[in-house]
């Protein structure tokens, strides 16, 4: 590695100097010539890629090569099992979503993927101003009054420890689908959310809705 001869005599405050990564030309050659890209792209390449056998998957990069294995979430086979037994049972099913993107986007893309195989959910967002983030009594209350069976809850859950008692007291079994940190314990039925102390995904970088989508790739090998 060489600095850059206009930055020679320029440091940071911490008295560094930038440095770029010299790449063989070879490589960038070779590069453009295989995948039929400019020289520019071939150079980000050569300098973020150093196996020769990954060259493929970082110029086109497929959803199956790169999906990380589902179940290496802790709690994903149990939960798929128990989401699979109330569908095989016909109990209904909830799903209460925190009200922000990433909670939305949750209750939406498996609410539209159990559509897609007549299955009907009841959905639940909270009123923000009203109700605030998480698990409600209220929201309890609306899933018994709808006879669910199985409530799952998206982007929050984790620390709800009242609420979630609460709604096994009305015979609603629990699965939690989130990605906050865990303060509490509860007594949920099934908690998926890779900062768990417990799990060893190494997946903690998700979002819920992430998540969510790694659940419905577990449901979907599953339901086959």
């Known amino acids: 590695?060489?600095?850059?001869?206009?930055?020679?005599?320029?440091?940071?405050?911490?008295?560094k100097y930038w440095k770029y990564l010299e790449v063989d030309k070879k490589i960038i050659t070779y590069l453009e010539e295989i995948f039929n890209i400019n020289k520019l792209t071939a150079t980000l390449v050569a300098k973020r890629v150093n196996?020769?056998?990954?060259?493929?998957?970082?110029?086109?990069p497929t959803l199956k090569k790169n999906l990380p294995d589902p179940y290496v979430l802790y709690g994903m086979e149990k939960g798929t099992a128990l989401f699979?037994?109330?569908?095989?049972?016909?109990?209904?099913?909830?799903?209460?979503?925190?009200?922000?993107?990433?909670?939305?986007?949750?209750?939406?893309?498996?609410?539209k993927y159990c559509k897609q195989i007549n299955i009907n959910l009841e959905v639940y967002i909270?009123?923000?101003?009203?109700?605030?983030?998480?698990?409600?009594?209220?929201?309890?209350?609306?899933?018994?009054?709808?006879?669910?069976?199985?409530?799952?809850?998206?982007d929050c859950g984790t620390n709800d420890k009242n609420e979630i008692r609460y709604a096994k007291e009305k015979d609603i079994k629990v699965i939690v689908i989130d990605h906050h940190e865990v303060k509490e314990k509860t007594d949920a039925n099934i908690i998926i959310n890779p900062k768990q102390p417990i799990d060893n995904s190494k997946l903690n970088y998700l979002s819920t809705v992430g998540v969510s989508f790694?659940?419905?790739?577990a449901l979907n090998k599953t339901l086959k």
């Open 1 to 15: 590695m060489r600095s850059l001869s206009f930055l020679e005599d320029q440091t940071s405050i911490k008295g």
């Open 51 to 60: 196996d020769k056998s990954e060259y493929i998957n970082f110029v086109n």
């Open 84 to 111: 699979l037994e109330n569908i095989k049972r016909g109990y209904n099913i909830g799903l209460l979503s925190d009200y922000d993107v990433d909670g939305a986007t949750s209750a939406a893309l498996i609410f």
């Open 126 to 154: 909270p009123d923000r101003l009203q109700e605030g983030y998480g698990i409600s009594k209220k929201a309890i209350d609306f899933f018994s009054s709808k006879n669910i069976k199985l409530l799952v809850t998206l």
């Open 214 to 217: 790694l659940f419905l790739v």
